[in-house]
């Protein structure tokens, strides 16, 4: 039941907009390639294609049970060659524009998965689909150069209606940082460490350099280093830990001196100390800083544990500090290029064709979809497992005709992701991933429900690709989701996340069967606000059951407040707009606890309840005679002079400050006001006797008394 929450809240949404008179696309997919469908076929014993089929089987009906008014004629499943083809096009298109290629780098290694992981999907150092802890390994990878775009994931980010928290972690996640290199002479060594630093000002007072452990010139520097075998322990202990691990600030500095070499500080021309310790890493800045222990915790920390110098010199402007040391600006970024290589078999085949005479070769445009085939050993053994098929692997050179071989590996299921809401758009285009018509007649997408983790990862990915797509001329706007909204996670009763593991896990089958499909739409949105979580409470969802039974048996009264039902219009369109759907129902309860309603009335109510309640406002709407379907009325107008309340807050100041409040008819005017405020208590008490100089009244807000 953890699932359901973020489609019940745009199906609410899509219904009013519909009542609306809005053209609504809202359909539903399946993400089913990856690491989860191929780790449980592996433990059922099955093949990942059949494990598939049936879980999206199984999925669709569950979601059917829910009323979810999805377009099914636009449903798309990333597995099929139909789809993939044009995941692969996209990879074809990037390589074409320098932004796919190859290269061995350090990655992140999940032994379980036997599989490598990009930065995004590793948490605290394990992966985030199985838990093992991640090793670091070289290996030849292919890359998306998505560092070429990184200024434009920040600037863009301005003007979105995103939560500031999930903007600012994308912006944490580039990591854009202004500063300057300068390079720092080796003593007796015809050799200059290059520094970057955010901090020139404070170059007078760096006291020594560290460098991260597989800096290039540590090798170089060895014939100097009178502690070789230390330093030589210290890189291969480093070499088991990841990246994110030695980024934690919390961690207990360590290090090791180079003894035997010194560097020169080039703005005061004293020699420093060399180090090498995790903290710094080589795929950021040069891999080397400036120790500045005076003006940084970290640095600080460092030089108490060993006993290094810290010195306090003056600042000079930052301009200033780079011509002293004859540095050079510099701009750097925390960011990565996105690694796609993976050792695995259920994924998209990467379509690129090994020739020895040719080199690397792409697949023709008319050749795609690159099928993956059915393998009966699908198991990761370390390498990939498309490379254990001979049919598969050998093919002919596009170029020289020679034979060759494809490449074995697949693409991260984060590609397929990346864009497959631009393909809802036309789902069933055989020429391209979507018509150029069709695309900028419904995208960019208005509204996009997602979960919180995917803040990193997925939604830093389709910006990229929308970005790039962009460039070349196939979509007209450079943003996929203007609006975003995050859903919170609804816990087990435990308070835990649902999961097999406690025996906590809500099965949407048995809601339902107890309680019916708008009882559990219902109360999944009561539970609080849409973007906190909460646990399942057995107790709570009956509460919403007997509203709705009571609903199903409402009968017809005379009614003598007419605003009610007015305000009532105006609350509900409100808090839908911005998904206070948990205030829209206490609304309904309130209003069918206070109120009674005529026909007219009793019709309004529904209409409003029908995008919460579709199945239990479509029933009783046909029982008062109806034969259109509620879903295709019209929205409910409010009269704005039946929802004016004929009282008002008043407030009164005395100097600006807020003394007192009451409520008073909001036609009073300011001599009666003045009469109530002067024989009010507390208004007496903090005047002391005093008699104000001047009265500053404003109708229907507020009285402010000048001492």
Known sequence: MGHPKGYIAEDIHARFLRMNGKEVLYTMGWDA???????????????????????IKNFKRQIKMFGLSYDWNREINTSSPEYYKWTQWIFLQLFKSGLAYQKLAKVNWCPKDQTVLANEQVVDGCCERCGAEIIQKEMKQWFFKITDYADRLLSDLNGLDWPEETKKRQEDWVGRSEGAEVDFMVKNY??????????????????????????????????QVKNWNEIEKYINETKKKTELERKKEEKEKTGVELKGVHAINPANKEEISVW?????????????????????????????????????????????????????KKINYKLRDWSVSRQRYWGVPIPIIYCEKCGVVLVSENDLPVKLPLLKDYRPKGKPPL???????????????KDAKRDPETLDTFVDSSWYYLRYTDPKNKKEFASKDKLKHWLPIDLYVIGAEHTTAHLLYARFITKFLHDKGYLNFKEPFLKLRHQGMILGPDGRRMSKRWGNVINPDDVIAEYGADTARLYEMFMG??????PWDKKSIVGIKRFLDRVAKFELNKVEDKSAIHKLIKKIGEDIKVFKFNT????????????????????????????????????????????????????????????EDETLEFIVQINGKVRDKFEINKNVSQKDVETLVFSREKIKIALSGKVPQKIIFVPKRLINLVV
């Not at 800045?285 to 006993?307: C, L, S, W, Y």
């Not at 490379?387 to 005709?401: H, L, N, Y």
Request: hydrophobic share 40%.
């Open 33 to 55: 390639f990856g690491l989860p469908t191929e780790n449980y076929a592996i433990k059922v014993g099955k093949s990942p294609q059949e494990v598939a089929k049936a879980n």
């Open 190 to 223: 015809e050799s200059r460490i290059k520094v970057f630093t955010t901090r020139p000002d404070t170059i007078f007072s760096a006291t020594y350099l560290v460098l991260a452990p597989e800096h290039e010139l540590i090798e170089k520097l060895k014939s």
């Open 276 to 328: 090498i310790a995790d903290y710094v890493l080589e795929s950021y800045g040069t891999g080397a800083i400036m120790a500045v222990p005076a003006h940084d915790q970290r640095d600080f920390e460092f030089a108490e544990k060993f006993n290094l110098p810290i010195s306090n010199a003056p600042l000079v402007s930052k301009e200033e500090a780079v011509k002293l040391s004859g540095g050079i």
């Open 387 to 401: 490379a254990g098929s001979e049919k598969f692997m050998k093919v002919k050179c596009p170029k020289c005709g």
């Open 529 to 534: 606000p849409f973007e906190q979580g909460g």
């Open 584 to 643: 829209a129902i206490a609304a309904f309860m309130e209003y069918y606890q206070y109120h009674n309603m005529d026909k007219r009335d009793f019709e309004i109510f529904l209409k409003l309840l029908a995008p919460f309640a579709p199945h239990l406002a479509e029933e009783r709407w046909q029982q008062l005679g109806h034969k259109k379907s509620i879903h295709l009325e019209k929205w409910p107008e409010y009269n704005p002079k039946l929802i």
